[in-house]
């Protein structure tokens, strides 16, 4: 079903798109972020989408169960190893999902984790 | 060489002025599409793409996956065309986060692009505002990546402005195609898998795969694990508001260290650390 709520957030979320891609040539005038921001802009990204990730890896209904009988866990500790292991050959982000599928899919309907 | 086209008479009917713009704009895309330097782009981009696909199909599959409507993700897609963006956005619209979290979210995932806006000023000031705008809009990662990699410098005449314009343009139709062919492919195949397989966790891995790319450095990685941390330990916030605290705390931990271990690198090495977007 479509929900209007969420049309609204989709439209705000293109604006968000605009926004940032478009950042500093949004105005004609020259200017400045102070400082702090600025060095904030090489922890954000990486700290938005671990805090995004990480609930839905380790937590069950929002709480900590038996991580090491965990599907998602396993795939995840599998999918970084992989990217760490080939960071610095080609297709490795695509590769890198295909492992954690690879691991996740048997573990869940084969063993039921 | 084409010939521009003769300016509209003044006196002309609604439709008659409607029709002459729509030429000249017409006109104006097939001038940058003959361009060779148009196909140069689209060609170099097509050769990425291929490896964004499984992106894209991601991206479609997790968003009908976490229960939206075919309408909705069709124009999530198509509107907010930002991978990484939608993927965090989908789980917190799912759980019926505020519409404040959800867009502070996407601003901080999207944060890289601001990065290259700075970069991308002094090539696109030449151009009106709309105009810019909606060029900035359609420049993604990968296509700034390609683009800023062949032109080092701005343009300085009317002819390398055009060669420059024909090269992005290129890039950005090619990646445009691929992404949302890929992920209406996703929206509609996604529909008919079973949902015991619970592949939304594939948009989660996917996201998985740009962080570990984007982890660079120490303190980017500290970064990471701190958020992990305190995003998991603050679960119990209500409104999904221990994304934004994770955050708010990496970030300011990080800003904390960073004299520290930026001193301590350049005494051990005498080299600034990686500043890579």
Known sequence: MTDGWTIVTILCMTVVTVITRCFFFISEREWKLPHWAQRGLQYA????????????????NGELTAPWRDARVW???????????????SFTLPLTIAVGVAVYLPLRLGLGW | MSMPLPDPPREMSPRGRLGAWLAHKVDAYARTARHPLFWVG??????????LTAWAFMTGVAM???GMSITEAVLMSLLVFAGSAQLAAIPLIA??????????????????????????RDYFMFLPRTRRLYLGYFTGDVTYVLYTRRFPKPAETETQRRAQMAYLWGGNVSNWVFWQTLSMLGIFLGN???????????????????????ATTQLRALSALMAAAAAVALYGLPYRLNIVSAIAVAVAICLFLEPKVLARQSGAKGEPPGDRP
């Open chain 2, 95 to 120: 759980a019926g986060a505020p519409l404040w979290v959800i867009l502070a979210t996407a601003f901080c995932v999207n944060l890289r692009f601001v990065v290259f806006s700075l970069h991308l």
């Open chain 1, 75 to 89: 795939a995840a500790v599998a999918a970084a190893a992989f990217y760490f292991w080939r960071r610095r050959e």
């Open chain 1, 45 to 60: 990204p990486i700290a938005a989408l671990t805090a995004v990730i990480a609930p839905d890896i380790v937590l069950i």
């Open chain 2, 42 to 51: 689209a060609r170099e981009m097509a050769g990425i793409s291929v490896g």
């Open chain 2, 64 to 66: 009908i996956k976490s």
């Open chain 2, 192 to 214: 008919a898998l079973p949902a015991r397989w619970g592949l939304e966790f594939a948009g989660t891995l996917a996201l998985l795969a740009v962080a570990c790319s984007l």
